[in-house]
């Protein structure tokens, strides 16, 4: 059983797809999938060792090793382009998803579709998909165990999501055009959340001011008192 996030991103793929699920930790997307008769074939990509081992494990456990690869390597390149239909990279930052795309774009044939859930900095992943010709087709936002996530599908093709707009667009990019436009409770609580963490670290540097300004006058004290001595 997935967790309601990975439940949605699962939901994203399309019937019979051929899955690479990036980042498999434990491989649960790709074993649900074929356990559910969603997708016919599916590769688990992971470039660490333990998670891998941890994916093969769970394949021999399922015994889905016939439909099942598990494949050591980073981010895109255990792919060879066209052999899958639907990509999932899902639990890592927005920075680190760009990059994987970024480094792997030759290993993509521009059919599949991309299924993205950025834990953080999702701007990146849209700024990628925008500047590689990728369309949005659709967001999400789930909110789970007081953490929320987003989720971003994309396909080659003509975007339409965007405001044609450039001061539209780059609010968008950095919020979501389909999310800015819903404004889903957990969309208005996340930008409330960021909003409030943001107040603290200035409120922060503030206090790191004042406590400057009066090391300072200590300081000037001190060599008064020196002085005097
Ligand atoms: N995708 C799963 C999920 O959403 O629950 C696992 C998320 S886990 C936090 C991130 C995984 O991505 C780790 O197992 C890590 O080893 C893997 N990873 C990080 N960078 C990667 C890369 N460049 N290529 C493949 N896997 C990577």
Not at 14 to 29: K, N, R, T
Not at 49 to 72: D, Y
Request: aromatic share 6%; hydrophobic share 40%; with cysteine.
């Amino acid at each position: 059983i997935l967790d309601q996030r990975l439940q949605k991103v699962v939901s994203y793929i399309p019937q019979g797809a051929v899955l690479a699920d990036i980042g498999s930790d434990h491989a649960f997307v790709p074993c649900y999938c074929i356990q559910q008769n969603l997708v016919e074939r599916a590769i688990a990509g992971e470039v660490n060792l333990g998670p891998m081992e941890a994916a093969q494990a769970q394949v021999a456990l399922v015994q889905l090793e016939e439909k099942i690869e598990v494949r050591l390597g980073s981010g895109l390149t255990v792919l060879r382009p066209g052999e899958a239909t639907a990509i999932t990279i899902a639990g890592m930052g927005g920075t680190l998803i760009a990059t994987i795309l970024e480094e792997g774009k030759t290993h993509l044939s521009g059919e599949e579709r991309l299924i993205l859930q950025p834990n953080v900095d999702a701007v990146d992943v849209r700024k990628w998909l925008l500047a590689n010709g990728y369309a949005l087709l659709s967001e999400a936002i789930v909110k789970e165990n007081e953490k929320i996530y987003e989720i971003l599908v994309a396909q080659k093709g003509e975007e339409s999501l965007y405001a044609d707009n450039l001061e539209r667009r780059e609010w968008e990019l950095f919020f979501g055009p389909q999310l800015t436009r819903e404004k889903a409770p957990a969309f208005v609580e996340k930008w409330q959340t960021e909003k409030q963490k943001r107040q603290y670290i200035l409120e922060q540097m503030r206090r790191g001011n004042d406590s400057e300004v009066l090391q300072g006058k200590i300081e000037t004290i001190e060599r008064l008192i020196q002085k005097m001595d």
